[in-house]
């Protein structure tokens, strides 16, 4: 079983930033990996994600401000925040792929004050 640990949230202020880690129990090299948000009273909804060949994309309301990145040798995925709103206050989730199936995390909080 891939067990996905994230880790990095936190309460801060607009306008401030944060960096995620999601470290992964498994190898991530050639794995496509993502975040996700979660708000309370709101689905789950993509922020980013990394193919292995390092492609990157983004969700509109993040783009210009989030950075998603990996390290293969630490097994680690992160999310660099900046520019943060209280609308970015969610539970941050980490998923991998690994064909047909894929991995959540636990999610991290992540609280934005105006």
């Known amino acids: 079983q891939v067990q996905l640990v994230e880790s990095g949230g936190g309460l801060v202020q607009a306008g401030g930033s944060l960096r995620l880690s999601c470290v992964a129990s498994e190898s991530t090299f050639s794995r496509a990996m993502g975040w996700y948000r979660q708000a309370p009273g709101n689905q789950r909804e993509w922020v980013a994600s990394?193919?292995?060949?390092?492609?990157?994309t983004y969700a509109d309301y993040v783009k210009g401000r989030f950075t998603i990145s990996r390290d293969n040798t630490k097994n680690t995925v992160y999310l660099q925040m900046n520019s943060l709103k209280p609308d970015d206050t969610a539970v941050y989730y980490c998923?991998?792929?690994?064909?047909?199936?894929?991995?959540w995390g636990q999610g991290t909080q992540v609280t934005v004050s105006s």
């Open positions: 998923r991998m792929w690994i064909t047909p199936a894929n991995y």
């Open positions: 990394i193919l292995s060949t390092g492609f990157t």
